[in-house]
């Protein structure tokens, strides 16, 4: 990224050579995440963020569908989907929202007797945010195809860290952010397959085939480029790596921690992600003790946390409210090291047992 900080900052839209070559970059970058996501180049475009990315989704739809509009979603969605389908309710669309059950699983036979026609648009994420449950994406979006519906998933925590071929699973739009996958924070895309007719949420230039008015983010867009190469090179390996040393992290939690419990489905999640909750215990408080340690986790989504609600995710699972307050979400990265799991193993009881003391739910 950093020549186009210094020496590469001209405007890929001027015609001269200074920033016109810059296309080349941006095009370049295009391919790599296409790559990725098994898509054609032409299906992508650069935006500032996942969240973006699925606005400009949902929105789109909506403006494109008018009063036909109905949204269909889970109650476990990121706030960029459910409260954006919220606010196309206000504004007059249908919106349905499907449950899940304790281990954070779609209710299938729920979605099943949904009314589905071309004017709905179904939106369920590919993998859990906070439990890193992973949806069965594929079977849903042919279920919803087959009755005519369109679909759309937030795929934000999944790409980079589970396979994805868009020539084999019926989507037509997903969103991606480039911070998932080791990119800046700020820059992200959204997959539109061809075909899929939608306006911009954001007008003014040509830019991004007139789906993303803004002068192009160049060295962002590099970045995201680059580092959806180095997923797709890295995947397997990274996996299986993630997954073993999450495991150990997990199974540590829970044999070493009184009142531990796991949240969400054992088998089908993400390899990078594990939601623990330590019954009669504040997340907030324990969350605040870790970075004493120097240790980041965090409760429930990172987008909200502060709020001294329980997560709408544990409570959409029928998380009972002692553990639910207490739900602590550990992610880990290419970066994290064995170290790093030891030092977590050192430090969590100790933490769990000092507050549980201090905890005036426990007699």
């Known amino acids: 990224m950093l020549p186009y900080f210094a020496d590469k900052y001209g405007n890929p839209s001027s015609i001269h050579s200074f920033g016109g070559l810059l296309r080349r970059e941006i095009d370049r970058a295009r391919e ?25 989704a949902l929105q789109g739809f909506a403006r494109q569908h008018g009063s036909r509009t109905k949204i269909v979603t889970s109650a476990v969605e990121h706030p960029a989907v459910r409260t954006t389908s919220r606010r196309l309710r206000s504004d007059g669309a249908a919106v349905e929202e499907i449950g899940v059950d304790g281990e954070g699983m779609l209710d299938q036979e729920q979605l099943g007797a949904v009314d589905i026609d071309g004017g709905t ?20 979006s042919e279920q919803v195809k087959e009755k005519g519906g369109w679909f759309h998933t937030d795929a934000v925590q999944a790409v980079g860290k589970v396979p994805i071929d868009l020539r084999d699973v019926p989507i037509d739009m997903l969103a991606l952010s480039g911070h998932k996958v080791h990119a800046p924070k700020g820059v992200g895309a959204l997959y539109l397959r061809k075909g899929t007719q939608i306006p911009p949420l954001l007008l003014g230039g040509h830019q991004e085939e007139g789906m993303r008015a803004g002068t192009e983010n160049v060295a962002y867009i590099v970045g995201l480029g680059r580092a959806c190469e180095l997923a797709r090179e890295r995947m397997r390996e990274e996996r299986t790596r993630l997954k073993r040393m999450r495991d150990r992290l997990e199974e540590g939690l829970l044999a ?3 009142g531990a419990k796991l949240n969400g489905h054992k088998q089908h999640r993400l390899p990078n992600t594990t939601n623990v909750s330590f019954e009669f215990i504040e997340g907030e408080a324990i969350l605040l003790m870790l970075d004493e340690k120097s240790i980041a986790a965090s409760s429930g989504s990172a987008c909200t946390t502060g709020s001294l609600e329980p997560s709408h995710v544990m409570r959409a699972m029928g998380v009972p409210y002692t553990l639910a307050h207490s ?18 193993l050192e430090e969590m009881p100790q933490i769990v047992d000092r507050l549980r003391e201090l905890s005036p739910y426990v007699m």
């Open 327 to 344: 739900s602590i979400r550990f992610s880990l990265s290419r970066y994290t090291t064995d170290k790093e799991i030891d030092t977590v």
């Open 256 to 258: 070493r921690c009184r």
């Open 32 to 56: 790599h995440v296409a790559a990725l996501l098994g898509a054609d180049p032409t299906e992508i475009f650069f935006t500032s963020c996942g969240t973006e990315s699925d606005n400009t």
């Open 121 to 140: 648009l179904v939106s369920l994420m590919w993998a859990n945010n906070e439990t890193g449950v992973i949806f069965p994406v594929r079977q849903l």
